[in-house]
Structures are given as C-alpha cells and as structure tokens.
C-alpha cells in the first residue's frame, strides 16, 4: 500500500505561480508515471500532464502547456507541478496520480486547491 500526499495549493493572483509537490510513501512495486489532474467546481476531471518515473519524460495537456513544468526527485519520491502564468480558469483542486503501468492508476492523492484570482 502507498499514499500519496499533495501539497503547495493556495490562492495566488493571475500572472503569479504556484508549484505543489505529491509526496509518495509506502511500498511500490513498479514506477511508471506520476500524472497530475485536476478537478474545476461542477466540471469533469482534467489531465494536465504527466512525468515518466524513468527518464523524466514529461508530457502535457493543451491547456497547460508551456506554463507548467512537472519534475521528479527520485531520492524524495516526489513529483512537483511548477505553475506560472497562472489564470483563474487554473482553479481546481489538483491531485496527483500514481501508475505503475500504462493501463491505469494505483493510487490517487487527497487533492490541495488551487485557487487564481483576478
């Protein structure tokens, strides 16, 4: 069993940055990738990217892209999501993912909101 905690969410005005951190602990079999999602007030889970756990690859969603930046520390077991340029259409309440193969997700964090003012 493994947990994932996420943290770094606050409210932040639009232009600013945020960077949040998804901290795993526990046993894991197999690193795969570690995504982030995140979740808008009466909206549907959105995928914002994702980081390969072997060689950094990143990828990201639209929406996102060329404003956010995810990296791993793999000594601390952690994935950081570094938001800049933020917009209030940023709001959500982000979580991260973890999978240890490509058909689906292990484990999922507790989520932290993020929010952008105008």
């Known amino acids: 069993q493994a947990q994932l905690v996420e943290s770094g969410g606050g409210l932040v005005q639009a232009g600013g940055s945020l960077r949040l951190s998804c901290a795993v602990s526990?046993?894991?079999?197999?690193?795969?990738?570690m995504d982030w999602f995140r979740q808008a007030p009466g909206k549907a889970r959105e995928f914002v990217g994702q980081?390969?756990?072997?060689?950094?690859?990143?990828y990201y969603a639209n929406s996102v892209e060329g404003r956010c930046l995810i990296s791993r520390d793999t000594a601390k077991n952690t994935v950081y999501l570094q938001m800049d340029s933020l917009k209030p259409d940023d709001t959500a309440v982000y979580y991260c993912?973890?999978?240890?193969?490509?058909?689906?997700?292990?484990?999922w964090g507790q989520g932290t909101q993020v929010t952008v003012s105008s």
């Open positions: 526990g046993r894991i079999s197999n690193w795969y990738a």
């Open positions: 980081i390969v756990w072997s060689d950094g690859s990143t």
């Open positions: 993912a973890f999978a240890s193969g490509p058909k689906g997700y292990d484990y």
